[in-house]
């Protein structure tokens, strides 16, 4: 809104042509964002606790973890709010990918919303049904991956295109039909969300990663649509040329910044957490801006401390069901390095350190590499 704004009186303001440029709106986003959360995060959290809002723990989980009871929880709608009212305010508001991308957010975050709410009413961690809920997901991420598939988000001629890392776009094309690119896209948006969800299971343990991948992937989309006087930045490394994908800088470059405010109070002991309304939302978003920018393959590799999290759950779940014994002392792998004797704070900041590491190869392997 303040980009439009801006925009229309660029000629009569001083100075108001600055608006119009991606890098300064992904700057004021991001401090937007940060600035909404800081303050507005105490009072949800008086809010939280006058109305019981607090988080109900798991019989099974680590014996530790029983002091936690009570938190208050669905911090994740404070960084929706940020993030959402950064995106409309410096966003350019024309852009198909931004409406998308917000619908993914939005969505999945509503999702999330529902099942923490039933799992505080009935205090109980039996929120929505698994298949309920995976079916929620699944409407809504395949209507935004239909659209950004079939309509006029993405060129023609970079739509079906996948570009692997090391793997130089215009000199290795890789297409899928349409049909297969929808149901691929579709599983990129489940998949991220759902290990951003399993993530989430210690103070700052999974906001970290996310803000880390949201400043990785701020500087790919950034790359993938901008052109400076005449230098196309993605022809140069090797990217997909995305046109508007600047927009989706401004957008990660909010759900950096929101994700900042949120840890704030999110780090340990935290005053408040996420809750499946903001896991659910980040991952989705950071699956469909990945698929938008064309940089899908590498999100495994960025967001690697997901990816992680969910090998083992899976690994955990599939082993047990053959031999009915276990590879790890607890899935997810957080809990696991719990059971070891790891301090909760140790840890989650050496997650962290993987996270900022994956996301240097990451950037590597998709840029210079090439």
């Known amino acids: 809104m303040l980009f439009h704004l801006f925009h229309h009186f660029r000629e009569s303001i001083p100075g ?13 986003a991001t401090l937007t964002s940060l600035l909404i959360t800081f303050a507005v995060a105490p009072w949800f959290i008086r809010r939280a ?3 019981q809002l607090g988080e109900v723990i798991r019989d099974d989980g680590p014996t530790t973890h029983a002091a936690k009871s009570g938190t208050p929880t669905m911090g994740g709608t404070l960084i ?3 993030l959402v009212a950064a995106t409309l305010l410096w966003c350019d508001l024309r852009s198909t990918l931004v ?4 619908l993914v957010t939005v969505g999945f975050g509503a999702i999330g919303f529902f099942d923490d709410y039933l799992k505080i009413t009935r205090k109980n961690k039996k929120g929505l049904p698994g298949r309920l809920k995976l079916l929620g997901q699944f409407i809504i991420g395949g209507l935004a991956v239909a659209l950004l598939f079939t309509g006029d988000a993405l060129p023609v001629e970079v739509r079906l295109r996948l570009a ?3 793997l130089n776009f215009d000199r290795f094309p890789v297409v899928l039909p349409i049909g297969a690119y929808i149901a691929f896209g579709i599983f990129v948006l489940l998949a991220e969300s759902n290990a951003v969800n399993l993530t989430d299971g210690l103070d700052g343990l999974a906001i970290g990663p996310v803000i880390v991948c949201s400043f990785t992937f701020m500087l790919l989309a950034y790359a993938a649509g901008t052109t400076l006087r005449d230098f196309n930045i993605a022809e140069y490394l090797g990217m997909a040329p995305v046109r508007g994908a600047g927009e989706l800088a401004i957008f990660c470059g909010a759900m950096g910044g929101a994700g900042i405010g949120f840890l704030w109070f999110n780090t340990h002991p935290a005053q408040v957490f996420m809750g499946d309304v903001g ?3 980040l991952g989705g978003a950071l ?10 393959l590498s999100l495994p590799i960025i967001g690697g401390v997901f990816v992680l999290e969910a090998v083992s759950d899976i690994i955990q779940v599939g082993y047990y069901k053959r031999t009915k014994k276990r590879i790890f002392l607890m899935a997810p792998i957080h809990h696991h390095f719990e059971k070891l004797g790891w301090p909760e704070s140790r840890i989650v900041v050496r997650f962290w350190i993987v996270s900022f590491a994956c996301a240097i190869l990451g950037l590597i392997l998709t840029l210079k590499v090439r």
């Not at 409406?99 to 917000?102: D, N, P, S």
């Open 16 to 28: 108001a042509n600055v608006f119009r440029y991606v890098s300064t709106r992904m700057g004021l």
């Open 49 to 51: 606790r006058a109305h």
């Open 80 to 82: 929706i709010l940020a």
């Open 99 to 102: 409406w998308l991308t917000l």
């Open 164 to 166: 692997p890392p090391l």
């Open 279 to 281: 896991a659910l939302a």
């Open 287 to 296: 699956g469909f801006v990945a698929l938008a920018t064309k940089t899908e």
